[in-house]
């Protein structure tokens, strides 16, 4: 006799919402969290002042239909982000300002940048979302990385500057680091670029009151003492009889278990039996993104009142792009920033005292001596967590897709997969998260009434 009819491993959105769809359909679930607290990816954190600040993800488009209705479903708010005046560029020292959707670059740049946006759009319009290794030409798209498809199709020096930023500021990682099949899929899962660009109307467009961890500690409470923190997971053992899975502190056993947990981790499991050598190969194959998160707090939003969004693109530093992060009421400052891909890398070798020197140097670049005096820095190194060792998801390289993907989201056996990485639609967003969990959850039900 089993202790529960699922096991849900990872108490993030992936792994709550579907273990909240387990306890609905009447079923006795249980989640172990490897951390003191929920919400994986999403980190909540506060200002000296009490100002509540998010270190981990935290934008919601309005697109992203799921994990707004969940929002919606757990009683908590939205506001949107600040997004009035001019953005600012800077590129080989050149300070652009603008109100358009140039991104500050030249006439000759941008004509070429939105060509290039065209012909790629074009391509993943060809790509299957639910399998993309399907997609005709599908080992052509594969074997190259974006980096490389872009120098064979334009040696415009700025246009490559900016894909140089653009691709590390949507992935957490370089050009050269992943396949352009991947690139296509992952474009095409979010509404393409412009939706995973923009701030109104796009993906950055919405802020969660409070911050986006409340989602998960919503679901949590609902749970109760299903959700057990502090419970690191070592061992899955999986049969014709049910599963076990070993953790520290204990052992539950269980009729079906999903591992809603990043892919890159999820490899790092013992399994026994050993898994299909496809999933261990894809798990091999798939690293997290690099990133630091900082948030850097001023009196006031003083940009504000310079005509200025907050939303900063810098081709030349490695704090790339900048966002108003201030609270909803204006109250102070807050501006945002994100060290991505080489340069988190290069960033992690810093101290922590350099790298707010660093990161306060580019936004004086960006917003004028003011941005010199913040008041308070506040960063997370998402490399370093040892429970997510990088952010935002896991991306695939040339090649992986189409020798591996198949063992993405398929089950093995008693134990399925969720996780941002594994959605269709809205792949390595919160939005993806919940429909992981859905789809694992309604897996796992159908296969205990089998």
């Known amino acids: 006799m089993t202790d529960f009819d699922v096991v849900v491993i990872g108490a993030g959105l992936a792994g709550l919402t579907a273990a909240r769809a387990v306890r609905a359909a009447g079923r006795d679930v249980v989640v172990l969290e490897a951390r003191d607290r929920v919400a994986g990816r999403n980190l909540g954190g506060l200002l000296a002042d009490g100002t509540p600040v998010e270190m981990g993800g935290q934008w919601i488009g309005r697109t992203q239909t799921e994990v707004l209705k969940l929002v919606d479903e757990l009683g908590l708010e939205t506001f949107p982000t600040y997004d009035d005046g001019a953005a600012v560029t800077l590129h080989n020292g050149v300070l652009t300002r603008y109100a358009d959707e140039s991104f500050g670059l030249s006439v000759e740049g941008a004509t070429e940048v939105g060509r290039l946006q065209q012909e790629l759009e074009a391509l993943a319009g060809t790509v299957s979302l639910s399998s993309p290794w399907t997609s005709p030409a599908a080992a052509e798209l594969d074997r190259q990385s974006i980096g490389e498809w872009l120098r064979s199709h334009t040696d415009d020096a700025e246009a490559l500057a900016f894909w140089g930023a653009?691709?590390?500021?949507?992935?957490?990682?370089?050009?050269?680091?992943?396949?352009?099949?991947?690139?296509?899929?992952?474009?095409?899962?979010?509404?393409?670029?412009?939706?995973?660009?923009?701030?109104?109307?796009?993906?950055?467009?919405?802020?969660?009151?409070?911050?986006?961890?409340?989602?998960?500690?919503?679901?949590?409470?609902?749970?109760g003492d299903a959700v057990r923190l502090d419970s690191p997971v070592r061992k899955i053992s999986h049969g014709d009889d049910g599963v076990r899975v070993d953790f520290e502190g204990g052992q539950v056993t269980a009729r079906r278990v999903v591992v809603a947990?990043?892919?890159?981790?999820?490899?790092?499991?013992v399994y026994e039996p050993a898994l299909p050598a496809a999933r261990d190969g894809l798990t091999q194959q798939m690293p997290m993104g690099s990133v630091i998160k900082v948030q850097v707090a001023y009196p006031t939003p003083f940009w504000r009142d310079a005509g200025l969004s907050g939303f900063g693109f810098s081709l030349d530093d490695g704090l790339g792009v900048t966002m108003d992060n201030s609270p909803p009421d204006g109250a102070c400052g807050v501006l945002v920033g994100f060290f991505?891909?080489?340069?988190?890398?290069?960033?992690?070798?810093?101290?922590?005292?350099?790298?707010?020197?660093?990161?306060?140097?580019?936004?004086?670049?960006?917003?004028?001596?003011?941005?010199?005096?913040?008041?308070?820095?506040?960063?997370?190194?998402?490399?370093?967590?040892?429970?997510?060792?990088?952010?935002?998801?896991?991306?695939?390289?040339?090649?992986?897709?189409?020798?591996?993907?198949?063992?993405?989201?398929?089950?093995?056996?008693?134990?399925h997969w969720a996780g941002a990485e594994t959605s269709d639609v809205w792949n390595g967003y919160m939005d993806g998260a919940v429909r992981s969990g859905h789809r694992a959850a309604a897996e796992a039900l159908d296969r205990l009434e089998a």
């Not at 590390?168 to 899962?189: D, G, R, V």
């Not at 947990?261 to 499991?269: S, V």
Request: hydrophobic content about 40%.
């Open 166 to 223: 653009i691709v590390p500021a949507l992935f957490s990682a370089e050009p050269s680091e992943m396949s352009l099949l991947h690139f296509l899929f992952y474009i095409k899962s979010g509404g393409m670029l412009d939706n995973l660009a923009a701030t109104t109307g796009g993906a950055q467009e919405l802020r969660v009151v409070g911050g986006a961890h409340r989602i998960s500690e919503r679901l949590a409470e609902e749970l």
């Open 261 to 269: 947990i990043p892919p890159a981790l999820a490899g790092r499991l």
């Open 340 to 415: 991505e891909g080489a340069h988190a890398r290069t960033a992690a070798r810093l101290s922590p005292q350099e790298r707010r020197a660093s990161a306060v140097a580019t936004l004086v670049k960006l917003f004028g001596p003011e941005a010199g005096n913040p008041v308070e820095y506040a960063e997370q190194n998402w490399m370093e967590e040892e429970y997510t060792r990088g952010c935002y998801g896991g991306r695939l390289g040339a090649g992986v897709w189409t020798q591996y993907g198949a063992a993405l989201a398929e089950p093995v056996g008693r134990i």
